[in-house]
Structures are given as structure tokens and as C-alpha cells.
């Protein structure tokens, strides 16, 4: 299973739409367009897990123009936090 970073999304996009684009290329486990807290309005960006044909869908959709927008699609990194940690030093 591969989760892949999904930018520049047109603010129409929906986690059915992913789904729906994503699932032409292998099996999806979930996609998710990240809305902002506040508004509930799309960040312009989401996560899409496939169980089957990440690589595929890197290939073919990077670069693709979906509802006026090119997509950028790669692999997700990790999430990492700067600081690495702790309380206060002194």
C-alpha cells in the first residue's frame, strides 16, 4: 500500500473525484481532499492510498490537467516535525 500527495487541485475537487481519477490505474484504499479547518474549504491538495498501482498513477497523472489545474503527484513523505521533540532547554 502506497499513499500518494496530490497538489494543486482545483477547489471543485472532491474525495469522489480522486477516487474516481485514481481508481482508472489500481485499487484504492481512500482519497481525501484536506479541507481547512475554519471554512471547510479545499487546502488544494489530498491523499490518495493505493493498494495496487501507485506507480502507475505517479506515471500517467503527474503533470495531467484535471478541472483546469496540472496535477503534481508523487509518493507522500513522512510527516516530520522540526525540533525533534521535548520540553524547554535551559
Do not use: C
Not at 479541507?35 to 491538495?45: P, V, W
Amino acid at each position: 500500500m502506497k499513499k500518494l500527495y496530490v497538489g494543486n487541485l482545483a477547489w471543485a475537487v472532491t474525495d469522489e473525484d480522486l477516487q474516481s481519477l485514481f481508481g482508472e490505474h489500481g485499487g484504492i484504499a481512500s482519497a481525501s481532499v484536506i479541507t481547512d479547518r475554519e471554512t471547510g474549504r479545499s487546502r488544494g491538495f489530498g491523499f490518495v492510498e493505493m493498494e495496487d498501482g501507485a506507480d502507475a498513477a505517479i506515471e500517467a497523472l503527474n503533470g495531467v490537467d484535471f478541472k483546469g489545474r496540472a496535477l503534481r503527484v508523487n509518493e507522500a513523505q513522512s510527516k516530520q516535525r522540526p525540533g525533534g521533540g521535548g520540553g524547554r532547554r535551559f
